[in-house]
């Protein structure tokens, strides 16, 4: 079956960085969507960043645009999210997600998390001010 790990959180202080990283085992990386979601106690769930290749398109939420990176190693069966000058409303528990066969764009699977089938366990970010 399809798992998801995802590693890389921790604490760092505002204007840092830090890259988050996503194994996924058991997955084709053949027609697929990938993406980074975070969510916060009490807030809902939020699409930070995702990749389609139903039309090859990459979304980012207005909040990291510039700031944040999402990248793929398929070699690896690695997915990555570059986080540059991070601030303090980046704090939260960071998701990877990924599915196959998807029939829309990336900021689709941004805007609808229940496009995804798998998910991983979560990696706590913490951004000091």
């Known amino acids: 079956d399809v798992q998801l790990q995802a590693s890389g959180g921790g604490f760092v202080q505002a204007g840092g960085s830090l890259r988050l990283s996503c194994v996924i085992s058991?997955?084709?990386?053949?027609?697929?969507?990938i993406g980074w979601f975070r969510q916060d106690p009490g807030k809902e769930r939020e699409g930070v960043s995702c990749?389609?290749?139903?039309?090859?398109?990459?979304f980012y939420a207005d909040s990291v645009k510039g700031r944040f990176t999402i990248s793929t190693d398929i070699a690896r069966n690695t997915m990555y999210l570059q986080m540059n000058n991070l601030k303090p409303e980046d704090t939260a528990v960071y998701y990877c997600?990924?599915?196959?066969?998807?029939?829309?764009?990336?900021?689709?699977?941004?805007?609808?998390?229940?496009?995804?089938?798998?998910w991983g366990e979560g990696t706590q970010v913490t951004v000091s001010s």
């Open positions: 990749f389609s290749t139903n039309d090859g398109s990459t």
């Open positions: 997600a990924a599915r196959k066969g998807p029939y829309y764009s990336g900021l689709f699977y941004c805007a609808y998390y229940n496009g995804m089938d798998y």
């Open positions: 058991g997955f084709t990386f053949d027609n697929y969507a």
